[in-house]
């Protein structure tokens, strides 16, 4: 399964509302996870399941869709949250992920 | 707390072999699934293949099949990734993760270099 993310990359300012699109070249359901990703760090895990917050992760950071159109928001940009974004759907074996998007200070 | 530790970077030559390691710890080793991801330099993020420490049950990646080799020690609580010959597009940083689907817990990273 192919997931095709947009942009692949995002300038924006600190307060904005952000939201990123990931499609998927087949029907996924609901099993859609997102990452970020910082410089020299390891993935963490933000939303599983569509919509699903990990724990510990703001609530600034939502997702929503099914099928095979998903999309993750940030609804008040934080300097904290300039990274790169992936997701990943965990309907199938072998898992995949989206090619990125890198989200980038104004 | 859950911790995934792995070991340390490798610079290898194209045609050795290569086994790195990821100490779980903080949790029941035997019941949770753990993974690889690859990322190649400036690339995005690839997944290997997991292993079921309980049973040493195995799945790999289509793209990975016959490439690589995952294995368990549940005596020690430590998957391991291995390589028999090394290429050098093999250069990546290699991530062990935590979850059968979606992944909750990566550890630090294995950067491996293979050149001549």
New interface residues.
Partial sequence: IQLTQSPSSLSASVGDRVTITCRASQGITSYLAWYQQKPGKAPKLLIYATSTLQSGVSSRFSGSGSGTYFTLTISSLQPEDFATYYCQQHNSYPLTFGQGTRLEIK | EVQLVQSGAEVKKPGESLKISCKGSGYRFTSYWIGW?RQMPGK????M?IIYPGDSDT?????FQGQVTISVDKSINTAHLQWSSLKASDTAMY?CTRGE????Y????TLVTVSS
């Fill in positions: 991801v995005g993020l690839e997944w293949g799945r790999y990646s289509p793209s991530y689907y979606y992944l909750n990566w550890g630090q990273g």
